[in-house]
């Protein structure tokens, strides 16, 4: 995770965010310290990388890249103004042994923003700002194929924002943020489809992490929480509105440092 200590609105490359719309940075502070909190609370061990003064969005620390076993591999940023977060996460992981392997450029993509694991699949958002054809290049790097999936919202521009697995066949998906081929590929590969509404995929609902057996999300969406109850999860749920002015709630304030083993086998180093 990286606390919010640069995170401004400086400028707007989603259809959240708006310069008039500022953070109120004391309140961010306080729903980052209690998504960490809760994190902790709930078994998490969470280790900080620090904020640059130039990279106001590099809180968004799910969009570094992904972690699989020992490497890091970053992301290339679809806009200018988050690409100078790839040198502060590449060093934060270098300083940790990790090794880095990058893919092709000039594709885009944006880590875990967009690419997923769940029950030994991973799955690839692709669009607004990873490119379907950085996804050939992750394939080789995971040494699997990614299942793709077509995002047709702008509101819903990472994978991370319209779909959370759950595990055990489970995921929060709302499918309007998707295309009808694509809804048809995630209801072939999960058991379990918790639909959430607009409503609630509007309040981020989408962007949760899965601890143990709680999920973790924003605050206000009543109806999800009551879905996820009724499916035998546990729900904590938290305030993140300061960040949803950005674009971004929960699960993109967190990158998994271990998503990916079960997928690799190695640990980190
Ligand atoms: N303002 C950031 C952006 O538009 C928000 C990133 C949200 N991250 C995520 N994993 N969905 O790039």
Redesign the pocket.
């Known amino acids: 995770m990286c606390e919010p200590v640069h995170y401004r ?1 400086d400028y707007e ?2 259809p ?2 708006r310069r008039a719309n500022a953070v109120r940075t004391e309140r961010a502070n306080e729903q980052w310290q209690g998504l960490r909190e809760t994190l902790t609370a709930l078994g998490v061990a969470v280790e900080l990388v620090e904020q640059g003064p130039d990279t ?2 590099m809180t ?1 620390a ?2 570094a890249g992904i972690v699989i076993g020992n490497r890091f591999i970053p992301a290339n ?3 200018p ?2 690409q100078l977060e790839e040198e502060r996460f590449t060093r934060w992981f270098m300083e940790h042994g990790f090794l880095t392997e990058t893919v092709h450029e000039p594709h885009y993509w ?5 690419v997923l694991p769940a029950d030994g699949l991973v799955f690839a958002g692709y669009r607004f ?1 990873t490119e379907f054809r950085a996804l050939d290049h992750i394939d080789e790097l995971l040494g699997r194929e990614t299942v793709r999936l077509e995002l047709t919202d702008p509101r819903f ?5 319209c779909l959370a697995p759950l595990g055990a066949g489970r995921a929060l998906v709302y499918p309007r943020a998707f295309t009808a081929a694509s809804q048809k590929t995630l209801m072939e590969h999960f058991a379990t489809l918790i639909a959430v509404s607009e409503h609630d995929a509007a309040r981020f609902a989408c ?1 949760a992490v899965l601890a143990g057996e709680t999920v973790v999300l924003n605050a206000g969406c009543a109806e999800t929480v009551r879905a996820l109850r009724d499916h035998g999860l546990a729900v904590a749920e938290t305030p993140m509105d300061e ?1 949803i002015k ?4 929960v ?3 967190v990158l998994m440092l271990d998503a990916f083993t079960e997928i690799d086998g190695r640990g980190r180093p």
């Open positions: 609105i490359i989603n959240w965010m106001p969005d968004f799910a969009n940023f679809r806009f103004e988050r944006e880590g875990e923003g967009d700002r521009y990472h994978l991370d924002t962007n960040f950005a674009g971004g709630s699960k993109c304030l």
